[in-house]
């Protein structure tokens, strides 16, 4: 059952983008330039998938995107979380707190942070949702 939608920009940073009684998710929609640093795309990706991750909520988490595989391959990379949050304070107290409490302080690159909590975010394509008979359920 639907409990919140809002996929506009500039929706209540309070709420995810979907959230039903069972899950909550994130969505976030633009191709990545395999010929660009894709700097400020990161940043905003890394920024909800952050939100997610560090959400004390015990419905499951999904990212949908784009693009999975250009996320993923930015997401094993080895930039460091600190700078890629750098731009948005929010976010980076959020991890850091995280990571403490999660006693995984030592983490210090993105990958080093998707490796260790994978397993928590279900990353999916939209085109997955919209190609079959909505075999991911909201």
């Given at each position: 059952?639907?409990?919140?939608?809002?996929?506009?920009?500039?929706?209540?940073?309070?709420?995810?983008?979907?959230?039903?009684?069972?899950?909550?998710?994130?969505?976030?929609?633009g191709?990545?330039?395999?010929?660009?640093?894709?700097?400020?795309?990161?940043?905003?990706?890394?920024?909800?998938?952050?939100?997610?991750?560090?959400?004390?909520?015990?419905?499951?988490?999904?990212?949908?995107?784009?693009?999975?595989?250009?996320f993923?391959?930015?997401?094993?990379?080895?930039?460091?979380?600190?700078?890629?949050?750098?731009?948005?304070p929010?976010?980076?107290?959020?991890?850091?707190?995280?990571?403490?409490?999660?006693k995984?302080?030592?983490?210090?690159?993105?990958?080093?942070?998707?490796?260790?909590?994978?397993?928590?975010?279900?990353?999916?394509?939209?085109?997955?949702?919209?190609?079959?008979?909505?075999?991911?359920?909201?």
């Amino acid at each position: 059952e639907v409990q919140y939608l809002s996929l506009g920009a500039g929706n209540h940073k309070e709420r995810f983008d979907m959230e039903t009684n069972l899950r909550i998710a994130e969505f976030k929609f633009g191709k990545w330039n395999d010929n660009s640093a894709n700097g400020i795309r990161r940043r905003g990706y890394f920024s909800n998938y952050i939100s997610l991750l560090t959400a004390n909520d015990h419905r499951s988490k999904y990212f949908v995107v784009e693009d999975r595989s250009s996320f993923v391959k930015f997401m094993n990379g080895k930039a460091t979380w600190r700078n890629v949050l750098s731009k948005n304070p929010s976010g980076f107290k959020k991890l850091e707190k995280f990571l403490i409490e999660n006693k995984k302080e030592h983490l210090v690159t993105v990958g080093e942070i998707y490796k260790e909590f994978e397993e928590r975010i279900t990353i999916i394509e939209y085109n997955q949702i919209m190609k079959t008979q909505i075999n991911v359920k909201f």
